[in-house]
Antibody, heavy 124, light 109 residues
Framework: QVTLRESGPALVKPTQTLKLTCSFS??????????VSWIRQPPGKALEWLAR???????YYRKSLKTRLTVSKDTSKNQVVLTMTNMDPVDTATYYC????????????????WGQGTLVTVSS | EIVLTQSPGTLSLSPGERATLSCRAS???????LAWYQQKPGQAPRLLIY???SRATGIPDRFSGSGSGRDFTLTISRLEPEDFAVYYC??????????FGGGTKLEIK
């Protein structure tokens, strides 16, 4: 059974750095082709892809946020960590981690498993 | 970046009616790499359709997807009460640069 769960602070102050952890089970990020992405959703707004980390440690970031984002993984702990610097009130959102679909060694970048999301509010 | 525009923004229908949701891309989506998700309040999105027309595991057959190139459609043949939610399309043809549409809210008339 595949599960993902996000954890981190519910409230951060402007200019602070946000660190979120995605803890997962039921799959391994060392499996060829496997990837985990971070996606956020401001209240009442649409989904926005942020970053992805691959089984081979390749990393990809949303171009408009590239300078503020860092994604890393700890394969032994089954965790992916997202760091976002210089937080601003516009970054207030629910942050999700999600797994790309892989089956029979073939992977595609749609998401078949999501965490429940964690709401992060940026306010002084 | 491929921009996805969903229409209408809000769709008001009654249970039993047919719903047609549109997703238009700013450029052609290769290989029909287009997915649809359903999201209910306080929940994560749920995968409905991938590859433009393939239903995900456990999705009822009243949900169907179609389209290619720039224009895609999600159809719900007979609305059930649990279908009223927000629907998002997502393209993955330009992986890893993934984009989502702005969403269509399907509400009870």
């Amino acid at each position: 059974q595949v599960t993902l769960r996000e954890s981190g602070p519910a409230l951060v102050k402007p200019t602070q750095t946000l660190k979120l952890t995605c803890s997962f089970s039921g799959f391994s990020l060392s499996t060829s082709g496997m990837c985990v992405s971070w996606i956020r959703q401001p209240p009442g707004k649409a989904l926005e892809w942020l970053a992805r980390i691959d089984w081979d440690d390749d990393k990809y970031y949303r171009k408009s946020l590239k300078t503020r984002l860092t994604v890393s993984k700890d394969t032994s702990k089954n965790q992916v960590v997202l760091t976002m610097t210089n937080m601003d009130p516009v970054d207030t959102a629910t942050y999700y981690c999600a797994r790309r679909h892989c089956s029979g060694g073939v992977c595609y970048d749609y998401f078949d498993y999501w965490g429940q999301g964690t709401l992060v509010t940026v306010s002084s | 970046e491929i921009v996805l525009t969903q229409s209408p923004g809000t769709l008001s229908l009654s249970p039993g009616e047919r719903a047609t949701l549109s997703c238009r891309a700013s450029q052609s989506v290769i290989s029909k790499y287009l997915a649809w998700y359903q999201q209910k309040p306080g929940q994560a999105p749920r995968l409905l359709i991938y590859g433009a027309s393939s239903r995900a595991t456990g999705i009822p057959d009243r949900f169907s997807g179609s389209g290619s190139g720039r224009d895609f459609t999600l159809t719900i043949s007979r609305l059930e009460p649990e279908d009223f939610a927000v629907y998002y399309c997502q393209q993955y043809g330009s992986s890893p640069w993934l984009t989502f549409g702005g969403g269509t809210k399907l509400e009870i008339k």
